[in-house]
């Protein structure tokens, strides 16, 4: 049996379990035990799917609104190192990567890079490799197009 959920289209958002009635997805909410219509009224349009599609339509978009590599301190790459036990550490050479084991949203990580004395931060899958995380950065740096962070 699938579970269905109501997905907010306009927030990428999940908002609510849906009803079955003799197995069958109904728009009428699990949890809110709101009809479709009256879950429209707080946020906005809405749709039935699958949980597994809204949960990849969720973090398709979450990923490209946070879309992007930040260069950061390595002060702050050393806090996020301790402050969780890392995931997917690796380190070859002069360059090392790490996700924060806990997730920002969905199947989504923050994931730290180094390379030689420069760090960067940016939202990848967990799925990403740590080839995949390097090559995002190279071609980030390589096109001019990593984001600054003003010191606190």
Same mark, same amino acid.
């Given at each position: 049996m699938t579970m269905h959920v109501l997905y907010a289209t306009t927030t %990428?958002?999940? #908002? %609510? *379990?849906? /009803?079955e009635v003799? *197995?069958?997805?109904? %728009?009428? +909410? /699990?949890?809110?035990? =709101?009809? =479709?219509d009256e879950m429209e009224n707080e946020y906005g349009p809405m749709i039935v799917l699958p949980a597994r599609e809204a949960s990849e339509r969720a @973090?398709?978009?979450? /990923? @490209? $609104?946070?879309? &992007?590599?930040?260069? #950061?301190?390595?002060? $702050?790459?050393? @806090?996020?190192l301790h402050c969780l036990p890392p995931m997917k550490w690796t380190v070859l +050479? %002069?360059?090392e990567s790490f996700r924060i084991s806990e997730p920002y949203s969905w199947g989504l990580h923050h994931a730290y890079v180094r390379i &030689?004395?420069?760090h960067f931060c940016l939202l990848a899958r967990l799925s990403a490799t740590h080839a995949d995380l390097v090559c995002e950065v190279n071609?980030?740096?390589?096109? *001019?197009?990593? =984001?600054?962070?003003e010191p606190a």
């Open positions: %990428d958002r999940v #908002i %609510d *379990g849906c /009803l003799d *197995g069958q997805p109904t %728009d009428f +909410g /699990l949890y809110s035990r =709101k009809s =479709k @973090e398709a978009a979450t /990923l @490209e $609104r946070n879309r &992007g590599v930040t260069a #950061i301190s390595a002060e $702050r790459f050393t @806090e996020a +050479g %002069d360059v &030689g004395q420069r071609t980030a740096v390589q096109t *001019g197009t990593v =984001k600054t962070v």
